[in-house]
């Protein structure tokens, strides 16, 4: 076990065998019975207990701030539909590793989409990206998930449309 897990998380299937523990979806949890299923929230409600997660609303009425509050991941979803050009920041990161950010934009006026602009160690190869500006553009109305990872200083940023059924 992981100097600095709980003891809880003893058992043969750990959440943390992934650095992409965000993406998992059920787990072992001894304490409801071994092999029983949990959602993804249960997880990231158990992980933000051990002060690992910080999962939040954040306001996408205008400029938007993903407070990280200390945390190694951060699950973050906007508040509202994102129909204006808005920056993103993000705050008290320095054990960040991970963030994941779901937020759903619509048109600004026919045929043209809001532009978020990231801050400027974040890096991403996507042909909605302006490398110099940091700007990205979706191309149609959707809901988005933006998955980063943190080397060093530097974050590596994809952007997709999440689907759903």
Same mark, same amino acid.
């Given at each position: 076990? *992981? ?7 003893? /058992?043969? !299937?750990?959440?943390? *065998?992934?650095?992409? !523990? ?8 001894? =304490? ?5 299923? /949990?959602? @993804? $929230?249960?997880?990231?409600?158990? @992980? ?9 609303? +954040? ?5 938007? #701030? ?5 945390? !190694? ?11 204006? /050009? =808005?920056?993103? $920041? !993000?705050?008290?990161?320095?054990? =960040? ?10 048109? +600004?006026? =026919?045929? #043209? ?6 801050? $400027? ?5 996507? $042909? ?34 999440? /689907?759903?059924?």
């Amino acid at each position: 076990m *992981a100097q600095g897990f709980p003891a809880q998380l003893n /058992n043969p !299937v750990i959440p943390f *065998a992934t650095p992409l !523990v965000t993406d998992l979806f059920f787990f072992a949890d001894p =304490a409801l019975g071994n092999g029983k299923k /949990n959602t @993804l $929230s249960s997880l990231l409600s158990i @992980l933000a207990s051990f002060n690992i997660v910080q999962n939040v609303q +954040v306001d996408t009425t205008g400029d938007i #701030v993903l407070p990280f509050a200390s945390k !190694v991941f951060g699950h973050f979803y906007g508040s509202t539909i994102i129909s204006a /050009n =808005a920056e993103i $920041s !993000v705050t008290d990161d320095s054990t =960040a590793i991970e963030l994941h950010f779901i937020f759903q934009v619509a048109e +600004v006026s =026919a045929g #043209v989409f809001p532009e978020l602009e990231w801050p $400027s160690n974040f890096y991403m190869g996507d $042909s909605r990206w302006i490398s110099g500006t940091k700007k990205w553009t979706a191309l149609q109305e959707g809901i988005y998930v933006g998955k980063a990872y943190r080397t060093e200083s530097s974050w590596y940023l994809d952007i997709s449309t999440l /689907n759903y059924i």
